[in-house]
T-cell receptor, first 114, second 119 residues
């Protein structure tokens, strides 16, 4: 069965600094890849997604992510973090053979220092 | 356009009680699913449905039932609540991909969640 790993449970970053969140998946087929953000007490909001084509994808709120097939990774980045980016971030992976089912990573909680 | 609506937002149950978590979407999405979110474990799939009349089990189905009599509604039933079912529950929906169901995973629209405590 496929699995998704987000190695960092917590990350603390200063406001204005850059942010990178890691995501690795295990499966042989070409994946569909997603990043979601969850603000406290809220549901999940889609940040960006990769289906095919250009491996660098742009999302909302200034986020981008890069798919690296050789590393089975889909890391999320933001050049300059704002205090409002404090939230929990989830990577999710789907595969054509699994239909619409997504497997989620354990999440990374981002804290932003003033 | 309301999106995905979950009710209730909060619920406290006693062990052994039953209840139904409601989920409704108004986007004509074929695919609907229920996840539970527990600290450090991300979201785990309970049940899902690819269309009215079709449901299937996810990763953690035990103790839960679902039905899909209409495209819009996908209720989750707890048959006999246990403390291990204390969690935050999310309903999510999406279109299926092009062609027949299961050919693509589109981005999900999530409800705002139901926080359930079983005492």
């Amino acid at each position: 069965a496929q699995s998704v790993t987000q190695p960092d449970i917590h990350i603390t970053v200063s406001e204005g600094a850059s942010l990178e969140l890691r995501c690795n998946y295990s499966y042989g087929a070409t994946p569909y890849l997603f990043w979601y953000v969850q603000s406290p007490g809220q549901g999940l909001q889609l940040l960006l997604k990769y289906f095919s084509g250009d491996t660098l994808v742009q999302g909302i709120k200034g986020f981008e992510a890069e798919f690296k097939r050789s590393q089975s990774s889909f890391n999320l980045r933001k050049p300059s973090v704002h205090w409002s980016d404090a939230a929990e971030y989830f990577c999710a992976v789907g595969f054509r053979a699994a239909g619409n089912k997504l497997t989620f990573g354990g999440g990374t909680r981002v804290l932003v220092k003033p | 356009n309301a999106g995905v609506t979950q009710t209730p937002k909060f619920q406290v149950l006693k062990t052994g009680q039953s209840m139904t978590l409601q989920c409704a979407q108004d986007m004509n999405h074929e695919y609907m699913s229920w996840y539970r979110q527990d600290p450090g474990m991300g979201l785990r799939l309970i049940h899902y449905s690819v269309g009215a009349g079709i449901t299937d089990q996810g990763e953690v189905p035990n103790g839960y039932n679902v039905s899909r009599s209409t495209t819009e509604d996908f209720p989750l039933r707890l048959l006999s609540a246990a403390p291990s079912q204390t969690s935050v529950y999310f309903c999510a929906s999406s279109f299926t991909g092009p062609g027949s169901p299961g050919q693509g995973a589109q981005g999900y629209t999530f409800g705002s969640g139901t926080r359930l405590t079983v005492v």
